[in-house]
């Protein structure tokens, strides 16, 4: 079946670090491949995607690049700041077992920018 | 531009108490699901709707029914609420079955069931 795996976190950093947060997944077909950003107190924002392989997603300094060939799609960002402290999602849109489409989340990465 | 918009945002209720969760979406989307969030276990599908008129179970259905009251309206309803349905409820939603963009959010309701 279809899954994400993300690191385990909380991944806590300096300011201006560099930052990886891993996801991989399991997936039939050719899946699209998500990374959202959830603040505290809100909902799930869409960070950045990929629709097909070697497709690099790119916003706000951050990048994850669409692997097929190890199944991965890890998030990326030179330099963190503080205000980049919240939880991360890698999830998928893919097809199911039931022929219809469905969008998988992983358990997500709390990361914290300490100044 | 409101995206998803979901009320209330705090409830708190007593066990075998009902209520329903609101969720509106003002992008022409023809898909809409409802998750609910705990601490360490990421977001699991309760319902969703792929279009207009269907709904269907997702991973954790028991409990729950929902209602798609028209293209822009899906609501969730607990009929008598337990304390393990304590959680962060999130609407979502996303141009439909065959597209392969993203979902939006709303900021999600808090539901505590003492």
């Known amino acids: 079946g279809n899954s994400v795996t993300q690191m385990e976190g909380p991944v806590t950093l300096s300011e201006e670090a560099f930052l990886t947060i891993n996801c991989t997944y399991t997936?039939?077909?050719?899946?699209?491949l998500f990374w959202y950003v959830q603040y505290p107190g809100e909902g799930l924002q869409l960070l950045l995607k990929?629709?097909?392989?070697?497709d690099k997603g790119s916003n706000k300094g951050f990048e994850a690049t669409y692997r097929k060939e190890t199944t991965s799609f890890h998030l990326e960002k030179g330099s963190v700041q503080v205000s980049d402290s919240a939880v991360y999602f890698c999830?998928?849109?893919?097809?199911?077992?039931?022929?219809?489409?469905?969008?998988?989340f992983g358990t997500g990465t709390r990361l914290k920018v300490l100044a | 531009n409101a995206g998803v918009t979901q009320t209330p945002k705090f409830q708190v209720l007593k066990t075998g108490q009902s209520m329903t969760l609101q969720c509106a979406q003002d992008?022409?989307?023809?898909?809409m699901y409802w998750y609910r969030q705990d601490p360490g276990m990421g977001l699991r599908l309760i319902y969703y709707?792929?279009?207009?008129?269907?709904?269907d179970k997702g991973e954790v259905p028991n409990g729950y029914n929902v209602s798609r009251l028209n293209k822009r309206e899906f609501s969730l309803r607990l009929e008598s609420a337990a304390p393990s349905q304590t959680s962060v409820y999130f609407c979502?939603?996303?141009?439909?079955?065959?597209?392969?963009?993203?979902?939006?959010f709303g900021d999600g309701t808090r539901l505590s069931i003492l």
């Open positions: 979502a939603s996303s141009d439909g079955p065959v597209s392969n963009q993203p979902q939006h």
């Open positions: 997936a039939t077909g050719y899946p699209s």
């Open positions: 990929a629709t097909k392989a070697d």
């Open positions: 999830a998928l849109r893919a097809l199911g077992e039931s022929g219809t489409y469905k969008y998988i």
């Open positions: 992008m022409n989307h023809n898909s």
């Open positions: 709707s792929a279009s207009e008129g269907t709904t």
